[in-house]
């Protein structure tokens, strides 16, 4: 191989200690909102992820975000605290109509959820309009 | 003569889009947001039936301008189908401003999504 394509490659590859910061960075529970009335990404929708203390039936708020220009919130959770609970997802989707100068039927939108396998990665989109919404597990 | 009851202002049709089927026997109930308590007063509990309908969960007198909630026992009724579910439950909080108007908030869904919209 010559020695500039190894070169090329390399280049490609990250060091063993990047490897490890991205790796710890990556968040196995990440979400995509789309506002489907408009056809584009929900920009800067408030979030919040929570989980569920089982002995005490309280919600415990894990962290906070806004959805950036794509629509997504990276960094939800680190894997090492991604335990199998319930977990909410809630969206400030009335705030986000009303910063568009509009109002909505969902004043703000919950997805709560069961994680048996944290393992995995999990994708839980929200696809909205004023007057509707959907969601679904992803991956 | 009988005397006919109202139809309920809100009224809700859950679907099995899975396997294509209404959900049937799903437990619901119905809450209102008492605004200076900021808790949920429970209205009406209720069952779907056959079709996946469950009529009669509020009056029109008693369906006043408001934030309401409609929850669904989504896990229960995947369980009672020998299932699991992504969704323990559904909980879906809507704002009602003009309560003369007529509101149907159906639940699509299969045991990893779900989806509703505001109807008439």
Redesign the interface.
Known sequence: MSARRLQYIKGHLLDKDKCAEMAASYSPLTTHVLNTGMGIPGVQMALSLHRLDPSTSLWNLLSTGTTNDDGRCPDLISREVFTPD?YKLRFET?KYWESLGET???????????I?NPSQHFHIPL?CSR???????GS | MSFQTEESPLTTHVLNTADGVPGVRMTLSLHRLDSTLVIWNLVTVGTTNEDGRCPGLIDNDAFTPGMYKMRFETGKYWESLGHTSFYPYVEIVFTINKPKQKFHLPLLLSRFSYSTYRGS
């Open positions: 319930v009335g909505s039927f969902y004043p703000y939108v919950e997805i709560v959820f069961t048996t696809l007057f509707s919404y959907s969601t679904y597990r």
